[in-house]
């Protein structure tokens, strides 16, 4: 059986000293639940400070994700960060992909596949993102979408089977209060589970699929129930210690 996976996707929130009590709260309830694989992602500016927090005294083993990084490992790029960079700040995770990245900072299938490439090159592992529009899913084409976003970076993946991480998370279910039933997500997890499987039966056993979108202590476990579903990539949620200890105890 696949380990489950909780990841907290901070985004532009908790970059300063907020990180450390965070982080540290993480850390003592990761404590708890250590069948569970614990990851949290906060901005860049407070990798550093959680790393401290993480691996310092506490010394716990959750999992410190970047939210984003450059795919070339070094140059005239102003205001990126490469993997290695990501690494030398104690994180072993990044997120790629994410729908924010793709919709608000124009990143596309081919770029994202390029990142996951350079990661997987600099042993950090991907946590890559994907998921249709309400407009995409009204009009019947969450698979389509879907499929065309994981076969971009699919070889990629196959090149180190149980490395990378994939979520999905539907656009239309991030930061609205809507969640997808744990029945629809299953549907879209199965089927990105058969594409791994076209590349190789490895991988898709291997493979955690995480799903996003207003994921909260709540609604965790239904979805968390589902065959396919390894985890959650949660981001509001993931900003308040005890809510998001209540999710690491729901996996
Ligand atoms: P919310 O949990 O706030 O809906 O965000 C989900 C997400 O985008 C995690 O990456």
Sequence with gaps: ARRPLIAGNWKMNAGGQEAMPLAAAVARAAKEFSKVEVVVAPPYTALAAAAHELFGENKSDVGLAAQNMHPETSGAFTGEISAGMLKESGASLVILGHSERRQLFGETDELVARKVGSAIAAELRPIVCVGETLEEREAGKTLEVVERQVRAFLDELAKQPGFGVIAYEPVWAI?????????????????????????????????????????KADNAEGLLSQPDIDGALVGGASLDAAGFRKIIEAA
């Design 175 to 215: 930061g609205t209060g809507r969640v997808a039933s744990p029945e629809d997500a299953q549907k879209v997890h199965a089927n990105i589970r058969g594409l791994l499987a076209s590349a190789s039966i490895e991988l898709a056993s291997v493979t955690r699929i995480l799903y996003g979108g207003s994921v």
